[in-house]
């Protein structure tokens, strides 16, 4: 159980901490610094590999939160696993959708240097993963304060 615990928070940290990073450090940063063409080919390249790093962790944390649950019977599951589990799903969604739509478009908009098209995805993601941060933030506050709290 340990090791499905240490993977899980591995997983979190490197999703939300991307996040966290992405939005509140990168993105302030390149909007100063770059002009559009360059600023989405830049997130266009983050995105592709930060993206990779989140399947691996969406895979590292439905598979270790699934062992956890598994191993606990029905009865000893407490509420916050349930209300972790059910935000995790829910990111897990957005993230999908973000992933197969906007950043398709953001692709696809990039490689036809299709400005306005580009920033108008990358606008869309960024609402998305501003979305997805609350949620990662609020999951860790639950994963945190929920043992506290009671079971």
């Not at 909007?31 to 990779?52: D, G, H, I, K």
């Not at 439905?62 to 059910?86: I, K, N, T």
């Amino acid at each position: 159980m340990a090791l499905a615990r240490l993977l899980h928070v591995f997983g979190i940290v490197v999703w939300v901490g991307g996040m966290f990073f992405a939005y509140l450090a990168l993105r302030p940063a390149a909007a100063q610094e770059l002009e559009p063409p360059q600023r989405l080919r830049l997130w266009r390249r983050v995105l592709q590999r930060f993206f990779s790093w989140v399947w691996f962790a969406v895979a590292l944390i439905l598979g270790s939160g699934w062992y956890m649950m598994w191993q606990l019977s029905d009865a000893s599951v407490p509420w916050y696993a349930y209300a972790m589990m059910g935000t995790g799903l829910l990111m897990m969604l957005i993230f999908m959708h973000v992933f197969f739509a906007p950043f398709r478009r953001l692709r696809l908009s990039v490689a036809a240097q299709d400005w306005n098209s580009a920033g108008n995805a990358l606008n869309q993601i960024r609402i998305l993963v501003a979305a997805n941060l609350i949620l990662g933030l609020v999951n860790i506050a639950v994963a945190t304060l929920g043992p506290a709290i009671g079971a």
